[in-house]
């Protein structure tokens, strides 16, 4: 027999951006009520389900799965102490939901790692290392351990999937938050990335969230040491000291533009990292960031690169469709979605490239979310 579980009845409530009083209204009962099924006190009778499914948005099933809600690690959203509980919640209930749809997507659809992200357990090695522990160190060795050639990294996105991660683009409703990884037993790792960034800055938050992947699992540090350790990881990946310390002799905007085509990186990320090899004095960085407001480019760069599309969300999704025989209704019902959510959070954006859109060969087309 199927069991409600109140975990899910919570992340529901959460992913709309409701509090409890919020819900109540809407089901126009009391508050209290809610907190008891929520928090397990009390079982809800079959038609307070029914009827949190219809004001929810989301199908009955999702009020039966099993399993528990994983918070966010103690990193890996900056500007935290500017986003507001609420809206936290609702970013960490959606990825709690997302997860969900993962993990049963994967159940019919293999994920084999060319040579998987590892966990760094930083006293192992210094002590099997001649050399010290170093954060330049371990991108160095992660260009090499990944088998990279010289020059920039052609696609992040590809290099992370090919590795045993999972690229789900999100929209967070906020630019608070950039990304969030998470390493779960049993499933891939999986970086949540708000695709609403700008193409350059992706890259270097992926790579920031490879960055808390590699460091920060077997090894749990301050806050503020560990954002700064893969953000410096980060800039040395992308950008490896022995290739740019020549092209950064000349410092200036023309300069960084040129670096910036090359690299696929954001001048703020160049100069950021000229600025950690010591390739530039203080008033030089001054001037720069001076320089960056007045043109207005401090959230928005010229010469943005190409957006990069996650692959293997994609290739699941079409896999059920094309191969499989899963129509649209079948994959909503699996993920406990309406139809219409489906199409903006699985759409047509995913599956671009795909030779024979199998969605439109149903008749059917997915609002493309910009």
Not at 91 to 105: M, P, T, V
Not at 245 to 259: A, C
Request: glycine share 6%; with cysteine.
């Amino acid at each position: 027999m199927d069991i409600f579980n109140h975990h899910m009845m919570a992340l529901a409530r959460d992913s709309r951006g409701w509090t409890q009083s919020d819900l109540a209204t809407l089901m126009s009962v009391r508050q209290g009520t809610i907190s008891k099924y929520e928090s397990g006190v009390n079982q809800p009778p079959s038609e307070f389900i029914s009827e949190l499914s219809q004001v929810s948005k989301y199908r009955v099933g999702l009020f039966y799965e099993t399993g528990r809600p994983y918070g966010m690690p103690p990193f890996h959203y900056r500007k935290r102490k500017k986003l507001n509980q609420k809206s936290l919640n609702k970013i960490i209930a959606e990825i709690n939901i997302r997860r969900i749809h993962i993990s049963k997507l994967l159940r019919s659809h293999d994920h084999i790692a060319r040579a998987p992200i590892p966990e760094i357990d930083r006293d192992e090695y210094v002590a099997g290392s001649n050399r010290p522990f170093s954060i330049e160190g371990i991108a160095r060795q992660a260009r090499e351990y990944w088998m990279l050639p010289s020059g920039p990294i052609e696609n992040v996105v590809n290099l992370i999937e090919e590795m045993c991660g999972i690229v789900v683009p999100c929209d967070f409703g906020t630019d608070l938050i950039d990304a969030v990884s998470q390493r779960i037993d049993g499933m891939p790792i999986l970086f949540f990335v708000n695709m609403n960034a700008p193409a350059d800055r992706i890259r270097h938050t992926l790579c920031h969230e490879l960055g808390h992947m590699l460091l920060h699992t077997a090894t749990i540090l301050d806050d503020d040491v560990m954002e700064e350790e893969a953000d410096n990881f980060a800039g040395a990946f992308l950008l490896p000291a022995k290739e740019v310390r020549p092209q950064l002799r000349t410092f200036d905007m023309r300069q960084l533009r040129n670096m910036k085509r090359y690299w696929k990186v954001s001048m703020g990320s160049i100069a950021v990292r000229a600025d950690r090899l010591n390739l530039i004095t203080p008033y030089q960085r001054k001037k720069f960031w001076m320089d960056m407001g007045r043109l207005g480019y401090r959230k928005r760069e010229p010469d943005e690169p190409q957006k990069e599309v996650p692959e293997f969300l994609k290739a699941m999704i079409d896999f059920h469709l094309r191969v499989l025989d899963y129509s649209k209704e079948d994959l909503s019902k699996l993920l406990h979605l309406q139809v219409d959510e489906f199409d903006e959070w699985y759409g047509v954006h995913l599956l671009k490239n795909v030779a024979a859109d199998p969605l439109k060969e149903r008749g059917s087309f997915l609002r493309v979310i910009k």
